[in-house]
């Protein structure tokens, strides 16, 4: 059942009767979410020598405490209570006024496509207690909140948008032990742990990693350049990619750092094939490089991060020339099964083409409400090192040492030709 907060959003629980029905097609392939896995872990082998020695003593579940059910108790429910706190904006003259226009349509379709994962779960007769909170952009109202929820049970959060108020619902998170999804901000600067946050898109350090294995595997006789503005988040991408290159390639970077005008290539960089990783997203310093490149070498590959997709100047022969690679957290396969039934759902329900947000809303409310339901408030401990493949991308979670949360690491690596963007596989 969902209990909206002052909500006037177009989908309610009584409208989903029908829409049940018609995604009953598409349900079955997602309710392999919540089956249930069997572990085959490779007994102990048996010390021969243990039997005789006094001061071994034997192990049995009756003298051992696991750690991990300290942190993370076996809870299950009948039902659980999921909360949604997102910017929003239903008061109209509020969003109109305030120019909040940008961000209340992406919380808008974040939530609408998570509300058709409800749906699809409950065709496969799971059931969840939804709460919805509209946050504004008010600091005020998530201390607000936070007060409300303190006195409620409450098994997973997922939002809000607004990075100061993630690191508000990051700390209460900890201190009420509630499951935490941030749908993109990380609050890893925070400096306190948190063993029940998850992130479920990629850290900018990821980038260096991924592409860094894919390099070991492709790269062949190519000079490898790094070219970027002297940011520390720009370099702390780089210092990751050298971390995973093998010695031998990581020996041989060239690097460039420094304002667009100020990196030059010479004659002799053009004469070897050459790969340049680009990690910044100012689209003027993109544009400019591919100026200083255009036509002098033989091949060239320019690898570049997710926002590029959405630069406004965008000039298909110029990428094409480059051979552009990109790294992503988003790509959708409108060719699979699952993908094109969302799509005429979501069309049907709300009469628009769903967008990246959309997408992303539904993945994460399927994955971890399938979670709460399969392994019980606590699921983190039986996600760690999993890989779930959902339709915008895959969820690949692993448990932060350093913050105790658990972050998704999977990145895409697409490649621009023949006028489209396709997926390469390694």
């Not at 607004?162 to 032990?177: D, G, P, Q, T, W």
């Not at 780089?238 to 290539?265: C, M, P, W, Y």
């Not at 406004?312 to 094409?320: C, K, L």
Request: net charge negative.
């Amino acid at each position: 059942m969902i209990f909206p907060q002052n909500l006037r959003l177009p989908l309610s629980g009584s409208k989903f009767r029908l829409l049940v029905l018609m995604l009953l097609t598409f349900t079955f392939s997602s309710c392999f979410l919540f089956e249930k896995t069997e572990r085959a872990d490779k007994p102990a082998e048996e010390d021969p020598t243990a039997k005789d020695d006094p001061d071994v003593r034997e192990v049995t579940p009756d003298n051992v405490i696991d750690t991990l059910d300290l942190l993370y108790p076996r809870v299950m429910k009948n039902k659980y209570s999921i909360a949604m706190l997102l910017p929003l904006h239903l008061d109209w003259q509020e969003r109109e006024v305030g120019r909040n226009n940008a961000i209340s349509r992406i919380a808008s379709e974040y939530y609408w496509g998570a509300l058709l994962a409800l749906d699809t779960l409950k065709a496969c007769g799971i059931d969840f207690d939804l709460h919805v909170h509209d946050t504004k952009d008010d600091t005020l109202e998530i201390v607000k909140l936070l007060r409300q929820m303190s006195g409620k049970e409450t098994d997973l959060i997922i939002g809000p948008m607004i990075r100061n108020h993630v690191k508000m619902v990051y700390e209460f998170s900890a201190l009420k032990r509630i499951p935490f999804v941030s749908p993109f901000y990380d609050v890893a600067d925070s400096g306190s742990t948190n063993h029940y946050f998850l992130l479920s898109v990629p850290q900018q350090e990821d980038y260096g990693r991924v592409l860094g294995n894919y390099l070991n595997k492709t790269l062949f006789g190519q000079k490898l350049y790094i070219v970027r503005e002297p940011l520390l988040d720009q370099k702390a991408i780089a210092d990751k990619l050298r971390q995973h290159l093998d010695t031998a390639i990581a020996n041989n970077i060239v690097e460039k750092s420094g304002s667009i005008s100020n990196i030059k290539f010479s004659n002799e960089d053009f004469e070897e094939d050459m790969i340049i990783f680009v990690p910044t997203d100012d689209e003027l310093f993109v544009n400019s490089l591919f100026n200083k490149i255009a036509g002098r070498g033989n091949k060239i590959t320019v690898v570049g991060l997710n926002n590029w997709l959405s630069f406004q100047t965008f000039d298909p022969r110029v990428w094409s020339y480059g051979n552009v690679h990109i790294l992503t957290s988003f790509y959708v396969d409108y060719e699979d099964k699952n993908v094109v039934d969302f799509v005429l759902k979501y069309r049907e329900q709300y009469k628009q083409e769903p967008r990246d947000f959309a997408f992303r809303g539904y993945d994460d409310m399927l994955l971890y409400a399938s979670r709460l339901v399969q392994d019980g408030k606590y699921f983190q401990r039986y996600i760690d090192g999993q890989t779930f493949p959902l339709l915008h991308s895959k969820y690949q979670m692993e448990k932060d040492s350093a913050t105790g949360g658990y972050y998704n690491h999977y990145l895409h690596l697409l490649k621009y030709e023949d006028d489209e963007l396709t997926r390469v596989k390694f």
